[in-house]
Nanobody, 123 residues
Framework: QVQLVESGGGLVQAGGSLRLSCAAS????????MGWFRQGPGKERAFVAA????????DYADSVKGRFTISRDIAKNTVYLQMNSLKLEDTAVYYC????????????????WGQGTQVTVSS
């Protein structure tokens, strides 16, 4: 069983930054692909970013490319999402997720999910 706990959300003004964290526990948590998804008001859950188990491969949604950076600290079993130049449309509940083997953008392919952390971007 893999358990995921997100933190770091909050209220920021457009143009500001936040860093989200996802702490993972369980065996073998370090071998999992980790992803970030988000669900905004009136929208379906959407892919944001993912990173391979060893951190060597990443993938980003076009809407966040160049603004967000996903990274992981294997020793700490923690995945991060650095969010810069935040826009109003980034407002959403952000979830981290885990799956085996390969990166995918499909939410249904992920096996474990955190409870989410709210990010609100204001003008």
């Amino acid at each position: 069983q893999v358990q995921l706990v997100e933190s770091g959300g909050g209220l920021v003004q457009a143009g500001g930054s936040l860093r989200l964290s996802c702490a993972a526990s369980g065996r073998p948590s370090s071998t999992y692909v980790m992803g970030w998804f988000r669900q905004g008001p009136g929208k379906e859950r959407a892919f944001v970013a993912a990173i391979s188990w060893n951190g060597r491969t990443t993938d980003y949604a076009d809407s966040v490319k160049g603004r967000f950076t996903i990274s992981r600290d294997i020793a700490k079993n923690t995945v991060y999402l650095q969010m810069n130049s935040l826009k109003l449309e980034d407002t959403a509940v952000y979830y981290c997720a885990a799956k085996r083997t390969t990166i995918t953008r499909t939410a249904g392919a992920y096996d474990y999910w955190g409870q989410g952390t709210q990010v609100t971007v204001s003008s």
